[in-house]
């Protein structure tokens, strides 16, 4: 294995919870990601080489970057612990901007490092090794932005077997625009700003909307889509966190979006929409409405929901 060559690997933004599944729902876009480039070096353990794309924020120590943490438990799932590995980071996806850019790095390090060693992991091995990435240093992880980076497509997974990734159909044709204005919100901070508890009859309607959601995905029933698409948990009580919320979504909405809502615990938003076209149109129209609430420049893109999560890319000569 001394002759083996680095691997890099890509993992795609993603968005959690898609309005009325918090916490089980998510979906992966084509573009963009984070990469990680993986090569073997010849002491034991896990050395981070660099992070780009960061500003310089993000810790270099392995057993405190999600990447780092990530590729350490690839070598114990991998039973190789006395194996080294170099991972090089590059962020194309913002620090706490709701679009899974911690679930991104971590998925893109195991992908590339059973690569590297040639292991073969299942798919269900790598998900514990990223899900792991992200509980060390976060404290928490959540597979509804690690399961969708991994797999692509619209997954559910459910919380007493986060392991267990379950594939929903995705109607042809089905963008999403998303928007990331330039602001941070911290998961954790976001997550202990929700009620510990909800009232059965909002609960009803949630539950409600999750099953009209699956149905409306396999029978590609546009109209169900959009009337499931209501957040009764999250949106009331995130949503005062982002300047403009409202004006977005209604700009989104008139633009002919199926629905518009917080992408993860936000601060970007995103919009379903029938078309890559239709997406277009509607992530310019909820620019425009950041900007009216003073907030310019925010990024926009597009991207019909990816068929294929993480993989490998060509490691530049």
């Given at each position: ?9 890509f ?15 998510g ?15 010849s ?28 590729t ?103 963008s ?34 999750c ?34 919320f ?23 938003m ?13 992530a ?5 409405a ?28």
């Amino acid at each position: 294995m001394s002759d083996t060559q680095p691997t890099r690997a890509f993992a795609p933004a993603t968005v959690g919870n898609i309005i009325c599944g918090f916490d089980i729902f998510g979906l992966a876009l084509g573009e963009p990601g984070d990469e990680v480039e993986a090569r073997l070096r010849s002491e034991p353990g896990v050395v981070i080489s660099a992070v780009h794309g960061d500003g310089g924020r993000l810790p270099t120590e392995a057993a405190r970057n999600v990447a780092g943490v990530a590729t350490i438990a690839v070598l114990a799932e991998s039973d190789m612990q006395d194996v080294g590995i170099e991972i090089e980071v590059w962020k194309g996806l913002p620090i706490s901007g709701g679009m899974g850019g911690s679930a991104a790095s971590a998925v893109a390090a195991v992908v590339a490092a059973d690569a590297l060693l040639q292991t073969e992991l299942s798919s269900e091995a790598l998900l514990r090794c990223a899900s792991e990435g992200e509980r060390g240093p976060k404290g928490d992880t959540h597979p509804d932005n690690i399961a969708p980076a991994l797999h692509g497509g619209i997954v559910m997974v459910r919380p007493d077997e986060p392991g267990v990734v379950i594939p929903l159909p995705v109607p042809a044709g089905l963008s999403v625009a998303l928007v990331h204005p330039d602001l941070e919100l911290e998961t954790n901070e976001m997550r202990g700003i929700l009620p510990r508890e909800l009232p059965l009859t909002q609960a009803i309607r949630q539950w409600a909307d999750c099953s009209a959601l699956v149905v409306g995905l396999y029978e590609a029933d546009w109209d169900l889509i959009r009337r499931s698409l209501v957040d009764r948990v999250a949106e009331p009580h995130r949503s005062r966190f982002i300047p403009g919320f409202e004006a977005v979504k209604t700009a989104g909405l008139e633009a002919g979006a199926l629905g518009v809502g917080l992408s993860g615990s936000g601060p970007s938003m995103f919009a379903l929409c029938r078309t890559a076209t239709e997406a277009r149109t509607v992530a310019s129209a909820m620019a425009e409405a950041f900007a009216e609430a003073g907030i310019e420049g925010a990024d926009t893109h597009v991207s019909e929901v990816a068929n294929t999560g993480a993989h490998m890319v060509e490691t530049p000569a």
